[in-house]
């Protein structure tokens, strides 16, 4: 962690666990949203190690991210609070954010972050991995966001494009998994 990491009292948008509202994801207005999924395989063992994976910050190193977090450093899954420091490849900032929602059901896991001050966007991402009833496992992507200020709207669409690239290298990184 950096010695002097960012607030974690405020996060930068109000709908905390809209991504994982139930009945479905809970986009706010001003927001644009995000909901891909991809079948990861089939079976309960799959589904244990997607989980395992994804809950130890495993999507975001799959596609390419540094993350520091005290989780990783303490070997055990994510917890709500938890604060993480993502470094993009070629993003001259670090990103903050945190774990805002855990979800740990039978068939249903993951989790959603929250973005904090100093994160290009404002907004939430969540990563599950659900076990359908016919044994199909999927990893699913949910996220609203919108630029966190005035300098990123005049960039939004170089952002944009970025978190696209980024939701297409997530819903990659737990094919071998």
Known sequence: MPAHPPSTSALTYAAVGATLAAGGMAVPAGFQAIDREVVLGSGRELFARAVDTTMRWGVQRGAGIRVRSLSLDEGRPLAVGD???????????????????????????????????????????AFLIELRPDGTVVQRIRAFSRPANAFFRLGYPVLALLQRRYTDRYLRSLRAV
């Open 83 to 125: 604060l993480a420091i993502l470094r993009i490849p070629l993003w001259p900032r670090d990103v903050p954010c945190r774990v805002v929602v855990v979800i740990d059901e039978p068939d249903r896991a993951g989790f959603a972050y929250g973005t904090l001050p100093g994160h290009p966007e404002s907004g939430e991402e």
